[in-house]
């Protein structure tokens, strides 16, 4: 059986805090990494460059692509999926930090039954206020491959007939020829991988705090809330114990007192708005 390639697409903006982690998470299982830029001024292409001087088997393809907004932001999608002539794509966002054993069974997923599937979805722990803290389960509304929750389509297969980018950011997903969404299209044909990565898209990610009105949508998805506790034995992904370039920030940092106290506030409201008003979505 002839073995698939893969490209992870990783589309950044203000991405200081996490890009390493995400990037250096993936690059040993993926064949190549299109590591493209949307106008980053937090230090993010400057840690990007690290990532290239440590890249031996020059996988990472960088780009400085430049501005992308909410109107535009599937048409920056697209010219990567043009870009791309592998097996497949893994969409690795720069806030998303992947266990060695996750990413290996998404990998493994496409190697055994590539042929068959055209998507791949997983799980995700989203972290709210730090690294320490994740959101609860009932706040998961995606409903996808057969399930509701914390869930993200991250494998696609480009055999999918008509596979283009389509929508505005917020909205956004890949479709077919028909202009259907490819996770509304053959139940048979999409598969639930339990390989779940850290999900930063809730806390800040940019270097310094004020950037981040800088990425379209990004201050909507910052969370003031008092998460849940991982347990002492929690396993980290690996990377995070890594040796890093001096230009990547810990993550180890914890919320402040400020943030806690809006927090503090914040979650009653948010928990009891998801218990009497239930929500879900597709994507």
């Not at 589309?11 to 996490?18: H, I, P, T, Y």
């Not at 690795?92 to 979805?121: C, F, M, P, T």
């Not at 890093?244 to 506030?265: H, L, Q």
């Amino acid at each position: 059986m002839k073995r698939k390639t893969v490209t992870a697409h990783c589309l950044v903006k203000n991405e200081a805090r996490f890009v390493w982690f995400s990037v250096m998470s993936v690059i040993n299982h993926v064949d190549q990494i299109l590591l493209w830029d949307t106008g980053s001024r937090d230090g993010t292409i400057e840690i990007i460059e690290e990532i290239r001087k440590a890249d031996k088997n020059k996988k990472i393809h960088f780009k400085e692509y430049g501005p992308v907004d909410s109107q535009t932001f599937a048409i920056a999608r697209q010219d990567m999926l043009e870009a791309t002539n592998t097996d497949w794509l893994l969409v690795v966002d720069g806030d998303e930090v992947w266990w060695d054993d996750s990413i290996r069974k998404v990998v493994e997923a496409i190697q055994d039954d590539g042929e068959n599937l055209e998507s791949i979805v997983v799980p995700t722990y989203n972290l709210v206020g730090d690294i320490f803290h994740y959101q609860e389960p009932l706040a998961g509304n995606y409903n996808l491959a057969g399930r509701r929750g914390h869930l993200n389509l991250r494998g696609i297969n480009r055999k999918i007939s008509g596979l283009s980018s389509s929508g505005v950011h917020g909205v956004w997903g890949w479709t077919d020829e028909n202009g259907e969404m490819i996770q509304d299209r053959d139940s048979s044909k999409i598969t639930f991988v339990d390989a779940p990565y850290l999900h930063a898209t809730n806390i800040s990610r940019a270097a310094k705090f004020d950037l981040e009105k800088d990425v379209p949508k990004r201050s909507k998805k910052l969370k003031y809330e008092l998460g849940l506790s991982f347990p002492y034995d929690f396993y980290y992904p690996e990377v995070l114990f890594r040796y890093r370039p001096k230009v990547v920030t810990s993550p180890w940092i914890k919320s402040d007192y400020a943030y806690k106290f809006r927090a503090f506030f914040e979650t009653p409201l948010k928990k009891a708005k998801r218990r009497l008003i239930p929500s879900g979505v597709g994507y």
